[in-house]
């Protein structure tokens, strides 16, 4: 049996048989395309002069070692016949397998998790442009904003450098060009990053330092799943941006604590942006229970979230919300024999437990009024957390970590699509139930960061003062003071340009766009957009389904 399913135009088609041709044919073509996205996007003013490299860490060795895990674990990685061209090594191809749990090829599923973490990396560049109008900021500050944004769109460049560079056809140049030509505020859907969901904007300056610290967190969690990558340049690829987010994670650490030193911004606020930006840390890893998007990253290489899945980890468990848990969690045992559906459970856990070892580090720097600031508002929102446990909560003073549970419009793209497992379950922002969904929808009013907190927030950082400013660009806390991250001598350097240079007036096209193009110019009346698919394929129809289930 076969259904014909419709497209979703704001998705680009994976699937595509006839493809128009790119306005992007070679690594050159894209430096161009760059330029023309960093002028029309805003950014420009940020990058010009910066330079942009697609790297590889330790490629030939990553081309000599075998796939680590799932179906072609053994074998050795895969790559391109125009990579092997370059390097003189042995080309292998992705497999021609199919499955009847995968759309389309093998090849294509690699370039889906590229594209994917290409637009966050793009939209991530542009959220960020207008945070020097948000308040003052301090020349640290100012340092961190512009290296961050130069390396996110580093990070972009990467993304589509290897799109460009190991499709032996069209597809991958094509990914690359529509990358470009969205927008992440553009009003037309059509036109912005898929994932403009996961890329909230940051209006406030002490929320670029909790991006940093939660967001780019996660951001390295889902790098280190794909550092045993099967294609070897991807493998490479991954461990140079590791380095680079090491970096933006301690940026942010560091704003933090020096605005909780500077001791201007109330305590209420602090823990509201903790754990609204908590939330949507978690929100990245998708759902922890019988996913099947983890299962098939796994199963084809491109991700292993615990890594390596091997006897050192026996007999260590992690814990994930679970209403039928004992107390109100489910423990899961790490092991081999695993179901592997509940990958995206241990990957949440690992960052929600950095996360709180962080809170508790920083609960040494506040001083007797922040740490009563804090019992004050606790005391106010903890009535659901049980008395022994509220107890040491008010006591011990620790800054507290939102818990896995809260927020479960969070962890789905649309806020009607909740986690299945706790559809009915309403927690409160430490992980304890609340009886109904009204008193649910009330206590969120008293601990959710509210447009109004944000007000008050620049209000605070408006002026001098309202973090510590003695820290100065070169300084030995300068996370930055030695400059980017350069390459190693083992490293390989694709391509490397300077920002600004031969700008192109060329148009870019999103794959819709190219795809109405090239129809219009073929046929007098333009198909439907709709293909066919087998039953089975339930779970893939769109990128939408593949990114959370």
């Given at each position: 049996m076969r259904t014909t399913v419709e497209l979703n135009p704001q998705y680009p088609e994976f699937f595509a048989t006839d493809l128009p041709r790119p306005n992007i044919e070679s690594l050159e073509d894209f430096a161009q395309a760059y330029s023309w996205w960093a002028d029309t996007s805003g950014v420009m003013e940020w990058v010009e002069g910066a330079e942009m490299r697609i790297v590889a860490a330790d490629l030939l060795k990553r081309m000599q070692e075998p796939v680590s895990h799932g179906l072609y674990g053994g074998r050795p990685r895969f790559v391109s016949r125009s990579l092997s061209e370059k390097l003189r090594v042995r080309h292998v191809p992705f497999p021609d397998d199919s499955y009847p749990w995968l759309m389309g090829s093998v090849a294509s599923a690699f370039a889906?998790?590229?594209?994917?973490?290409?637009?966050?990396?793009?939209?991530?560049?542009?959220?960020?442009?207008?945070?020097?109008?948000?308040?003052?900021v301090p020349a640290i500050l100012e340092r961190y904003i512009r290296a961050t944004i130069i390396e996110e769109g580093e990070h972009g460049i990467q993304m589509a450098g290897w799109l460009i560079s190991e499709s032996d056809n069209d597809l991958g140049k094509l990914l690359a060009e529509d990358l470009l030509a969205r927008k992440a505020d553009n009003p037309d859907p059509q036109l912005q990053q898929p994932l403009i969901e996961f890329n909230?904007?940051?209006?406030?300056?002490?929320?670029?330092?909790?991006?940093?610290?939660?967001?780019?967190?996660?951001?390295?969690?889902?790098?280190?799943?794909?550092?045993?990558?099967?294609?070897?340049?991807?493998?490479?690829?991954?461990?140079?941006?590791?380095?680079?987010?090491?970096?933006?994670?301690?940026?942010?650490?560091?704003?933090?604590?020096?605005?909780?030193?500077?001791?201007?911004?109330?305590?209420?606020?602090?823990?509201?942006?903790?754990?609204?930006?908590?939330?949507?840390?978690?929100?990245?890893?998708?759902?922890?229970?019988?996913?099947s998007g983890a299962l098939t990253q796994y199963q084809l290489g491109t991700?292993?979230?615990?890594?390596?899945?091997?006897?050192?980890?026996?007999?260590?468990?992690?814990?994930?919300?679970?209403?039928?848990?004992?107390?109100?969690?489910?423990?899961?045992?790490?092991?081999?024999?695993?179901?592997?559906e509940h990958l995206n459970g241990y990957?949440?856990?690992?960052?929600?437990?950095?996360?709180?070892?962080?809170?508790?580090?920083?609960?040494?720097l506040l001083d007797g009024n922040q740490l009563k600031e804090m019992r004050e508002f606790l005391s106010r929102v903890t009535q659901y957390v049980p008395d022994k446990q509220?107890?040491?909560?008010?006591?011990?003073?620790?800054?507290?970590?939102?818990?896995?549970?809260?927020?479960?419009d969070h962890l789905a793209l649309q806020q009607m699509d909740r986690w299945r497992h706790i559809s009915g379950y309403w927690t409160d922002v430490f992980g304890y139930p609340i009886p109904t969904e009204k008193e649910y929808?009330?206590?969120?009013?008293?601990?959710?960061?509210?447009?109004?907190?944000?007000?008050?927030?620049?209000?605070?950082?408006?002026?001098?003062?309202?973090?510590?400013?003695?820290?100065?660009?070169?300084?030995?806390?300068?996370?930055?003071r030695t400059g980017p991250i350069e390459p190693r001598e083992s490293d390989t350097v694709l391509h490397q340009w300077t920002v600004g240079?031969?700008?192109?007036?060329?148009?870019?096209?999103?794959?819709?766009?190219?795809?109405?193009?090239?129809?219009?110019?073929?046929?007098?009346?333009?198909?439907?957009?709709?293909?066919?698919?087998?039953?089975?394929?339930?779970?893939?129809?769109?990128?939408?389904?593949?990114?959370i289930h």
């Open positions: 889906r998790l590229a594209y994917i973490q290409g637009s966050s990396e793009y939209a991530s560049s542009q959220q960020q442009r207008d945070l020097m109008r948000q308040g003052h909230p904007p940051v209006t406030t300056l002490p929320e670029f330092a909790h991006y940093l610290d939660k967001q780019d967190r996660d951001g390295w969690s889902q790098l280190r799943c794909s550092v045993d990558n099967a294609s070897a340049l991807y493998a490479g690829m991954m461990q140079f941006f590791l380095r680079q987010e090491a970096r933006h994670m301690r940026s942010g650490e560091q704003v933090i604590e020096w605005y909780l030193l500077g001791r201007k911004i109330p305590m209420e606020l602090h823990l509201k942006m903790e754990w609204e930006w908590d939330a949507i840390s978690y929100r990245l890893h998708g759902v922890p229970y019988g996913s991700k292993n979230p615990i890594y390596p899945l091997d006897g050192r980890f026996r007999g260590t468990r992690f814990r994930v919300p679970h209403p039928d848990g004992p107390d109100g969690y489910k423990s899961i045992e790490i092991s081999p024999d695993m179901n592997l990957s949440v856990c690992v960052l929600h437990e950095v996360l709180r070892r962080n809170n508790r580090r920083r609960t040494e509220r107890r040491k909560l008010l006591d011990d003073h620790p800054i507290p970590t939102a818990a896995l549970s809260w927020r479960p929808r009330e206590y969120r009013k008293l601990v959710e960061l509210t447009e109004e907190d944000r007000d008050q927030i620049r209000q605070f950082t408006s002026k001098p003062g309202w973090m510590i400013e003695d820290v100065k660009p070169d300084d030995r806390q300068d996370i930055y240079q031969k700008r192109t007036n060329r148009t870019y096209f999103t794959m819709p766009q190219a795809m109405d193009l090239w129809e219009g110019q073929t046929t007098d009346e333009a198909p439907e957009k709709a293909f066919e698919y087998e039953d089975g394929f339930e779970t893939l129809l769109s990128l939408h389904d593949d990114l």
